[in-house]
Protein backbone atom coordinates (compact mmCIF):
# COMPACT_ATOMS: atom_id res chain seq x y z
CA UNK A 1 0.00 0.00 0.00
CA UNK A 2 3.25 2.20 0.62
CA UNK A 3 3.36 5.02 -2.15
CA UNK A 4 6.75 5.49 -3.54
CA UNK A 5 8.79 8.14 -1.94
CA UNK A 6 12.06 9.91 -2.00
CA UNK A 7 14.03 8.06 0.16
CA UNK A 8 15.58 10.89 3.32
CA UNK A 9 19.00 10.39 5.29
CA UNK A 10 18.24 11.27 8.69
CA UNK A 11 21.21 12.83 10.91
CA UNK A 12 20.92 12.87 14.56
CA UNK A 13 21.89 16.69 16.03
CA UNK A 14 22.45 17.07 19.80
CA UNK A 15 23.59 20.63 19.62
CA UNK A 16 23.51 23.47 16.89
CA UNK A 17 27.06 22.66 16.00
CA UNK A 18 26.05 18.91 15.23
CA UNK A 19 22.77 20.13 13.24
CA UNK A 20 25.53 22.06 10.89
CA UNK A 21 27.58 18.98 10.73
CA UNK A 22 25.00 16.67 9.68
CA UNK A 23 23.74 19.32 7.07
CA UNK A 24 27.22 19.98 5.33
CA UNK A 25 28.00 16.02 5.29
CA UNK A 26 24.70 15.41 3.23
CA UNK A 27 21.92 14.65 5.39
CA UNK A 28 18.55 15.48 4.25
CA UNK A 29 17.12 15.74 7.12
CA UNK A 30 17.93 16.20 11.15
CA UNK A 31 15.92 15.37 14.18
CA UNK A 32 17.15 17.23 17.37
CA UNK A 33 15.31 18.37 21.08
CA UNK A 34 14.58 21.42 22.64
CA UNK A 35 15.30 22.62 25.85
CA UNK A 36 12.79 20.10 27.56
CA UNK A 37 10.68 17.34 26.62
CA UNK A 38 12.94 15.40 24.78
CA UNK A 39 14.56 11.79 25.03
CA UNK A 40 18.15 13.28 25.12
CA UNK A 41 17.80 15.68 27.84
CA UNK A 42 21.57 15.16 28.87
CA UNK A 43 22.32 16.37 24.96
CA UNK A 44 23.48 20.05 24.48
CA UNK A 45 20.27 20.55 22.60
CA UNK A 46 19.75 23.87 20.89
CA UNK A 47 17.74 27.04 23.16
CA UNK A 48 14.66 28.49 22.53
CA UNK A 49 15.81 31.27 20.22
CA UNK A 50 18.18 29.10 18.32
CA UNK A 51 15.25 26.31 17.06
CA UNK A 52 14.09 28.93 14.76
CA UNK A 53 16.89 29.85 13.63
CA UNK A 54 18.48 26.34 12.77
CA UNK A 55 15.24 25.80 10.72
CA UNK A 56 15.62 28.35 8.90
CA UNK A 57 19.35 27.33 8.02
CA UNK A 58 17.81 23.51 7.04
CA UNK A 59 14.95 25.54 5.06
CA UNK A 60 17.31 27.18 3.28
CA UNK A 61 19.54 24.45 2.03
CA UNK A 62 16.03 22.96 1.32
CA UNK A 63 16.05 20.30 3.60
CA UNK A 64 14.12 19.36 7.34
CA UNK A 65 14.21 19.70 10.75
CA UNK A 66 12.02 17.39 12.72
CA UNK A 67 11.82 18.19 17.02
CA UNK A 68 11.61 14.86 19.43
CA UNK A 69 9.08 15.80 21.78
CA UNK A 70 9.10 12.25 22.83
CA UNK A 71 9.23 11.46 26.43
CA UNK A 72 5.92 10.99 28.74
CA UNK A 73 4.33 14.06 29.91
CA UNK A 74 2.70 15.10 33.20
CA UNK A 75 -0.63 16.34 33.04
CA UNK A 76 -0.27 19.51 33.95
CA UNK A 77 2.74 20.20 31.49
CA UNK A 78 0.39 19.55 28.13
CA UNK A 79 -2.06 22.83 28.15
CA UNK A 80 0.61 25.61 29.73
CA UNK A 81 4.34 24.66 29.14
CA UNK A 82 4.03 22.42 26.00
CA UNK A 83 1.91 24.72 23.86
CA UNK A 84 4.00 27.36 25.02
CA UNK A 85 7.13 25.42 23.61
CA UNK A 86 5.91 24.84 20.41
CA UNK A 87 3.57 27.40 19.71
CA UNK A 88 6.99 29.51 17.72
CA UNK A 89 8.62 26.56 16.17
CA UNK A 90 5.19 25.88 14.65
CA UNK A 91 5.28 29.43 13.35
CA UNK A 92 8.61 29.03 12.23
CA UNK A 93 8.06 25.92 9.80
CA UNK A 94 8.90 22.88 11.78
CA UNK A 95 8.47 20.19 9.61
CA UNK A 96 7.56 17.33 12.50
CA UNK A 97 7.44 16.47 15.64
CA UNK A 98 8.08 12.63 17.10
CA UNK A 99 6.15 11.81 19.52
CA UNK A 100 5.69 8.98 22.44
CA UNK A 101 2.66 10.04 24.32
CA UNK A 102 -0.64 9.36 22.98
CA UNK A 103 -1.91 12.19 24.82
CA UNK A 104 0.17 14.68 23.12
CA UNK A 105 -0.29 13.00 19.56
CA UNK A 106 -4.05 13.70 20.05
CA UNK A 107 -3.36 17.77 21.48
CA UNK A 108 -0.84 18.21 18.60
CA UNK A 109 -3.40 16.93 16.06
CA UNK A 110 -5.76 19.53 17.34
CA UNK A 111 -3.48 22.41 18.30
CA UNK A 112 -1.16 22.29 15.55
CA UNK A 113 -3.25 21.63 12.48
CA UNK A 114 -1.09 20.45 9.33
CA UNK A 115 1.91 19.40 11.14
CA UNK A 116 3.16 16.13 10.47
CA UNK A 117 3.42 13.77 13.49
CA UNK A 118 5.62 11.02 13.53
CA UNK A 119 5.40 8.01 15.85
CA UNK A 120 7.99 7.30 18.35
CA UNK A 121 9.78 4.03 18.27
CA UNK A 122 8.89 4.65 21.85
CA UNK A 123 5.20 4.05 21.07
CA UNK A 124 6.23 0.17 19.49
CA UNK A 125 4.17 0.66 16.26
CA UNK A 126 5.86 -2.78 15.63
CA UNK A 127 3.62 -4.56 12.96
CA UNK A 128 0.48 -3.82 10.73
CA UNK A 129 -2.14 -3.61 12.95
CA UNK A 130 -0.89 -0.75 14.74
CA UNK A 131 0.25 0.84 11.15
CA UNK A 132 -2.59 0.95 10.16
CA UNK A 133 -4.17 2.65 13.49
CA UNK A 134 -1.88 5.69 13.22
CA UNK A 135 -2.57 5.87 10.04
CA UNK A 136 -6.00 6.44 10.86
CA UNK A 137 -5.06 8.71 13.65
CA UNK A 138 -3.37 11.38 11.85
CA UNK A 139 0.03 10.36 11.75
CA UNK A 140 2.48 10.88 8.86
CA UNK A 141 5.18 8.56 9.86
CA UNK A 142 6.36 5.73 12.34
CA UNK A 143 9.70 5.09 13.84
CA UNK A 144 9.63 0.93 13.60
CA UNK A 145 11.41 -0.46 16.38
CA UNK A 146 14.89 -1.78 15.71
CA UNK A 147 14.45 -5.14 16.85
CA UNK A 148 12.72 -5.98 13.59
CA UNK A 149 13.55 -8.03 10.35
CA UNK A 150 13.59 -7.13 7.09
CA UNK A 151 10.35 -9.83 6.05
CA UNK A 152 8.25 -7.99 9.05
CA UNK A 153 9.43 -4.19 8.23
CA UNK A 154 8.29 -4.60 4.80
CA UNK A 155 5.05 -6.05 6.36
CA UNK A 156 4.59 -2.94 7.68
CA UNK A 157 5.29 -0.73 4.90
CA UNK A 158 2.75 -2.82 2.79
CA UNK A 159 -0.02 -2.89 5.45
CA UNK A 160 -0.39 1.22 5.39
CA UNK A 161 0.17 4.72 3.38
CA UNK A 162 2.90 5.76 5.86
CA UNK A 163 6.37 6.71 5.69
CA UNK A 164 8.51 4.38 6.99
CA UNK A 165 11.67 5.20 9.38
CA UNK A 166 14.48 2.66 10.70
CA UNK A 167 17.69 3.05 12.63
CA UNK A 168 20.00 2.43 10.20
CA UNK A 169 22.95 3.22 12.77
CA UNK A 170 24.20 3.46 16.52
CA UNK A 171 22.96 2.16 19.72
CA UNK A 172 20.72 -0.74 20.75
CA UNK A 173 18.74 -0.77 23.61
CA UNK A 174 19.19 -3.90 25.58
CA UNK A 175 15.49 -4.30 26.10
CA UNK A 176 12.83 -3.42 23.41
CA UNK A 177 13.69 0.43 21.58
CA UNK A 178 12.60 2.67 24.21
CA UNK A 179 10.50 0.17 26.57
CA UNK A 180 13.55 -0.32 29.12
CA UNK A 181 12.96 0.55 32.82
CA UNK A 182 15.93 -0.49 34.16
CA UNK A 183 18.18 2.84 35.01
CA UNK A 184 14.13 4.11 36.33
CA UNK A 185 14.52 0.87 38.28
CA UNK A 186 18.34 1.40 39.71
CA UNK A 187 19.07 5.05 39.72
CA UNK A 188 15.79 6.94 39.65
CA UNK A 189 16.48 8.53 36.13
CA UNK A 190 13.32 7.01 33.89
CA UNK A 191 14.09 6.59 30.03
CA UNK A 192 10.92 8.12 29.47
CA UNK A 193 11.61 11.32 30.88
CA UNK A 194 14.77 11.62 28.71
CA UNK A 195 17.42 10.41 31.62
CA UNK A 196 18.38 7.68 30.61
CA UNK A 197 21.51 6.52 32.58
CA UNK A 198 22.39 3.67 30.13
CA UNK A 199 22.53 1.00 33.09
CA UNK A 200 23.10 -1.73 30.74
CA UNK A 201 26.50 -0.49 29.55
CA UNK A 202 28.13 -0.90 33.13
CA UNK A 203 29.58 -4.25 34.13
CA UNK A 204 27.83 -6.83 36.24
CA UNK A 205 28.39 -10.60 37.50
CA UNK A 206 25.42 -13.21 36.51
CA UNK A 207 25.09 -15.58 39.39
CA UNK A 208 22.95 -18.76 39.33
CA UNK A 209 22.86 -19.71 42.69
CA UNK A 210 25.95 -20.26 43.63
CA UNK A 211 27.58 -20.68 40.12
CA UNK A 212 29.27 -17.71 38.02
CA UNK A 213 27.80 -17.50 34.98
CA UNK A 214 29.75 -14.67 33.78
CA UNK A 215 33.24 -14.62 32.72
CA UNK A 216 36.06 -11.93 35.05
CA UNK A 217 37.29 -10.70 31.77
CA UNK A 218 33.85 -10.15 30.05
CA UNK A 219 31.56 -8.11 32.83
CA UNK A 220 29.74 -6.64 30.05
CA UNK A 221 26.81 -8.81 29.75
CA UNK A 222 24.23 -6.44 28.41
CA UNK A 223 26.20 -3.81 26.67
CA UNK A 224 25.07 -4.90 22.99
CA UNK A 225 27.34 -3.42 20.18
CA UNK A 226 26.40 -0.97 17.52
CA UNK A 227 23.68 -1.43 14.82
CA UNK A 228 24.90 -1.05 11.34
CA UNK A 229 23.36 -1.46 8.45
CA UNK A 230 25.49 -0.62 5.22
CA UNK A 231 25.95 -3.93 4.08
CA UNK A 232 21.84 -4.26 3.91
CA UNK A 233 21.07 -1.01 2.55
CA UNK A 234 19.59 -2.09 -0.66
CA UNK A 235 17.51 -4.39 1.04
CA UNK A 236 16.71 -1.68 3.46
CA UNK A 237 15.08 0.32 0.35
CA UNK A 238 13.53 -2.85 -1.43
CA UNK A 239 11.34 -3.36 1.73
CA UNK A 240 9.91 -0.45 1.72
CA UNK A 241 12.12 2.28 4.09
CA UNK A 242 11.60 5.79 3.41
CA UNK A 243 13.95 7.29 6.10
CA UNK A 244 17.63 5.64 7.28
CA UNK A 245 18.18 7.08 10.80
CA UNK A 246 21.16 7.57 12.32
CA UNK A 247 21.57 7.28 16.03
CA UNK A 248 23.82 9.53 17.96
CA UNK A 249 22.30 12.85 19.80
CA UNK A 250 24.83 12.25 22.24
CA UNK A 251 27.82 12.09 20.44
CA UNK A 252 30.22 14.82 18.84
CA UNK A 253 30.07 16.67 15.81
CA UNK A 254 32.74 14.82 14.60
CA UNK A 255 30.80 11.57 15.05
CA UNK A 256 28.07 13.20 13.07
CA UNK A 257 29.67 14.35 10.08
CA UNK A 258 31.40 11.04 9.94
CA UNK A 259 28.56 8.91 9.94
CA UNK A 260 26.34 10.98 7.81
CA UNK A 261 28.64 11.46 5.04
CA UNK A 262 29.30 7.62 4.62
CA UNK A 263 25.67 6.96 4.58
CA UNK A 264 25.23 9.54 2.07
CA UNK A 265 27.44 8.08 -0.03
CA UNK A 266 26.49 4.73 0.28
CA UNK A 267 22.50 5.52 0.43
CA UNK A 268 23.46 7.15 -3.09
CA UNK A 269 24.88 4.22 -4.01
CA UNK A 270 22.04 1.78 -2.98
CA UNK A 271 19.45 3.88 -4.80
CA UNK A 272 21.69 4.07 -8.16
CA UNK A 273 23.75 1.07 -8.32
CA UNK A 274 22.35 -1.32 -6.34
CA UNK A 275 23.68 -4.25 -8.60
CA UNK A 276 27.24 -3.45 -8.01
CA UNK A 277 26.57 -2.29 -4.48
CA UNK A 278 29.83 -3.23 -2.06
CA UNK A 279 31.01 -1.48 1.04
CA UNK A 280 34.69 -0.55 1.06
CA UNK A 281 37.28 -1.56 3.76
CA UNK A 282 38.20 1.62 4.21
CA UNK A 283 35.15 3.17 4.80
CA UNK A 284 34.37 0.63 7.54
CA UNK A 285 37.34 1.31 9.14
CA UNK A 286 36.21 5.01 9.10
CA UNK A 287 32.92 4.21 10.83
CA UNK A 288 34.93 2.36 13.32
CA UNK A 289 37.49 4.77 14.21
CA UNK A 290 34.69 7.29 14.85
CA UNK A 291 32.50 5.16 17.53
CA UNK A 292 32.16 1.44 18.19
CA UNK A 293 31.10 -1.08 21.13
CA UNK A 294 33.51 -3.72 20.26
CA UNK A 295 32.45 -4.26 16.19
CA UNK A 296 29.19 -3.37 14.10
CA UNK A 297 26.12 -5.83 14.31
CA UNK A 298 23.05 -6.03 11.72
CA UNK A 299 21.42 -9.17 13.47
CA UNK A 300 18.08 -7.75 14.05
CA UNK A 301 17.83 -7.48 10.19
CA UNK A 302 18.31 -11.14 9.19
CA UNK A 303 17.63 -13.26 12.22
CA UNK A 304 15.89 -13.54 15.28
CA UNK A 305 18.42 -13.45 18.05
CA UNK A 306 22.00 -13.75 19.12
CA UNK A 307 24.66 -13.76 21.38
CA UNK A 308 26.63 -12.30 19.02
CA UNK A 309 25.14 -8.81 19.50
CA UNK A 310 26.89 -8.61 22.88
CA UNK A 311 30.05 -6.67 23.55
CA UNK A 312 30.83 -8.09 26.75
CA UNK A 313 34.89 -6.06 27.12
CA UNK A 314 35.01 -2.70 27.08
CA UNK A 315 35.68 -0.42 24.03
CA UNK A 316 39.28 0.37 23.54
CA UNK A 317 39.60 3.97 24.86
CA UNK A 318 42.89 4.77 22.89
CA UNK A 319 41.68 5.26 19.38
CA UNK A 320 41.66 8.76 18.38
CA UNK A 321 38.29 9.34 16.23
CA UNK A 322 38.16 10.67 12.82
CA UNK A 323 38.24 14.86 12.37
CA UNK A 324 38.83 14.93 9.01
CA UNK A 325 35.09 14.24 7.69
CA UNK A 326 34.49 17.22 10.22
CA UNK A 327 36.58 19.31 8.82
CA UNK A 328 35.49 18.67 5.33
CA UNK A 329 32.22 19.65 6.75
CA UNK A 330 32.99 22.87 7.81
CA UNK A 331 34.96 23.64 4.53
CA UNK A 332 31.61 23.38 2.82
CA UNK A 333 29.80 25.52 5.42
CA UNK A 334 32.39 28.10 4.48
CA UNK A 335 31.20 27.71 1.07
CA UNK A 336 34.03 25.62 -0.63
CA UNK A 337 31.91 22.85 -2.10
CA UNK A 338 29.87 24.83 -4.96
CA UNK A 339 27.60 22.20 -4.67
CA UNK A 340 26.42 23.18 -0.93
CA UNK A 341 25.36 26.49 -2.27
CA UNK A 342 22.33 27.75 -3.39
CA UNK A 343 22.22 28.57 -7.09
CA UNK A 344 21.07 32.23 -8.24
CA UNK A 345 21.00 33.92 -11.47
CA UNK A 346 21.25 37.75 -11.48
CA UNK A 347 20.33 40.09 -14.26
CA UNK A 348 21.83 43.76 -13.80
CA UNK A 349 20.35 47.10 -16.03
CA UNK A 350 23.51 49.61 -16.06
CA UNK A 351 22.07 52.30 -18.38
CA UNK A 352 23.11 56.43 -18.32
CA UNK A 353 19.85 57.89 -17.11
CA UNK A 354 18.06 55.31 -15.75
CA UNK A 355 17.95 53.59 -11.66
CA UNK A 356 20.41 50.87 -11.51
CA UNK A 357 18.58 48.09 -10.74
CA UNK A 358 19.44 44.13 -9.79
CA UNK A 359 17.33 41.13 -9.49
CA UNK A 360 18.40 37.91 -7.79
CA UNK A 361 16.49 34.70 -9.32
CA UNK A 362 16.34 31.24 -7.30
CA UNK A 363 17.42 28.79 -9.90
CA UNK A 364 15.34 25.45 -7.87
CA UNK A 365 11.91 27.73 -6.98
CA UNK A 366 12.00 30.61 -9.86
CA UNK A 367 11.36 32.90 -6.89
CA UNK A 368 12.93 36.69 -7.62
CA UNK A 369 13.84 39.48 -6.00
CA UNK A 370 14.71 42.90 -7.27
CA UNK A 371 16.32 46.36 -5.81
CA UNK A 372 17.24 49.36 -7.64
CA UNK A 373 19.55 52.22 -6.49
CA UNK A 374 21.11 55.84 -7.69
CA UNK A 375 20.69 56.79 -11.51
CA UNK A 376 23.37 56.07 -13.59
CA UNK A 377 25.32 58.71 -15.02
CA UNK A 378 27.26 59.02 -18.10
CA UNK A 379 30.65 58.12 -17.57
CA UNK A 380 33.80 60.63 -18.98
CA UNK A 381 36.90 59.15 -18.43
CA UNK A 382 36.36 54.73 -17.35
CA UNK A 383 32.32 53.51 -17.87
CA UNK A 384 31.76 50.64 -15.56
CA UNK A 385 32.36 47.21 -18.48
CA UNK A 386 30.76 44.17 -18.62
CA UNK A 387 33.34 42.25 -16.93
CA UNK A 388 33.66 44.65 -13.88
CA UNK A 389 29.88 44.69 -13.81
CA UNK A 390 29.65 41.25 -13.92
CA UNK A 391 32.38 40.33 -11.21
CA UNK A 392 30.68 42.33 -8.75
CA UNK A 393 27.34 40.60 -9.15
CA UNK A 394 29.67 37.35 -8.36
CA UNK A 395 30.66 38.06 -5.08
CA UNK A 396 28.00 35.68 -3.31
CA UNK A 397 30.42 34.80 -0.28
CA UNK A 398 29.45 34.10 2.81
CA UNK A 399 25.27 34.21 2.01
CA UNK A 400 24.90 30.72 1.10
CA UNK A 401 24.33 30.95 -2.85
CA UNK A 402 26.16 30.55 -6.04
CA UNK A 403 25.72 32.77 -8.82
CA UNK A 404 25.55 30.77 -11.80
CA UNK A 405 24.62 33.33 -14.35
CA UNK A 406 24.74 37.06 -14.96
CA UNK A 407 23.13 38.65 -17.91
CA UNK A 408 23.46 42.34 -18.45
CA UNK A 409 21.55 45.63 -20.07
CA UNK A 410 24.79 47.22 -20.39
CA UNK A 411 25.97 49.74 -23.32
CA UNK A 412 29.11 50.11 -21.45
CA UNK A 413 28.45 53.63 -21.25
CA UNK A 414 27.31 54.13 -17.92
CA UNK A 415 29.24 55.01 -14.68
CA UNK A 416 28.30 54.22 -11.14
CA UNK A 417 30.12 53.75 -8.32
CA UNK A 418 30.80 49.98 -8.10
CA UNK A 419 29.69 49.73 -4.11
CA UNK A 420 26.43 50.61 -5.52
CA UNK A 421 26.41 47.39 -7.32
CA UNK A 422 27.47 45.43 -4.16
CA UNK A 423 24.90 47.10 -2.09
CA UNK A 424 22.44 45.67 -4.55
CA UNK A 425 23.78 42.34 -4.76
CA UNK A 426 23.12 42.18 -0.83
CA UNK A 427 20.16 43.29 -0.81
CA UNK A 428 18.46 40.94 -3.28
CA UNK A 429 20.04 37.79 -2.20
CA UNK A 430 19.31 38.66 1.74
CA UNK A 431 16.07 39.74 0.24
CA UNK A 432 15.27 36.18 -1.59
CA UNK A 433 16.88 34.32 1.23
CA UNK A 434 13.74 35.78 3.35
CA UNK A 435 11.58 34.58 1.17
CA UNK A 436 13.06 30.92 0.59
CA UNK A 437 12.87 30.61 4.27
CA UNK A 438 9.77 32.62 4.58
CA UNK A 439 8.19 29.88 2.29
CA UNK A 440 7.79 27.30 5.68
CA UNK A 441 6.33 29.33 7.94
CA UNK A 442 2.61 29.32 9.02
CA UNK A 443 0.52 30.95 11.52
CA UNK A 444 -0.99 29.64 14.47
CA UNK A 445 -4.55 28.36 14.06
CA UNK A 446 -7.58 31.25 15.64
CA UNK A 447 -8.47 29.79 19.18
CA UNK A 448 -12.26 29.85 19.85
Given at each position: ??????????????????????????????Y????????????????????????????????????????????????????D???P????????????????????????????L??????S???P??????Q???????V???????T??????D????????????????????????S??V???????G???????????????S??????????????????????L???????????K??????????????????????????T??????????D??????????????????T????????????????R?????????????????????????????????????????T?????????????????????????????????????????V???????????F?????????????????????????????????
Amino acid sequence: MARKRPLELLAPAGSPESLRAALYSGADAVYMGGRAFGARAYAVNASDDELPELLDLMHFHGKKLYLTVNILLREKELFGEVYDFMAPLYEAGLDAAIIQDVGLFDFFRKEFPGLPLHVSTQMSAAGPASARAFQAAGASRIVLPRELSLTEIRAVADAADLEIECFAQGALCYGYSGQCLFSGMVGGRSGNRGRCAQSCRLPYEVWRGSERLSKPDAPYVMNLKDNCALDVLPQMIAAGITSYKLEGRMKSPAYTAGVTAIYRKYLNMAMTDPEHYRVDDADRRALTSLFDRGGFTKTWFTMHNSTDMVCPKERDPGRTPDDSFLKAAQERERGADPSFLRPVDMHLILEPGKKVSLQATDVRTRRTCAASGPEAGFAENRPVSLADAEKQCRKAGGSGFTVVNVTQENSEQAFVPLREINDLRRQVLDGLRAQIVGAAKRSLPVQP
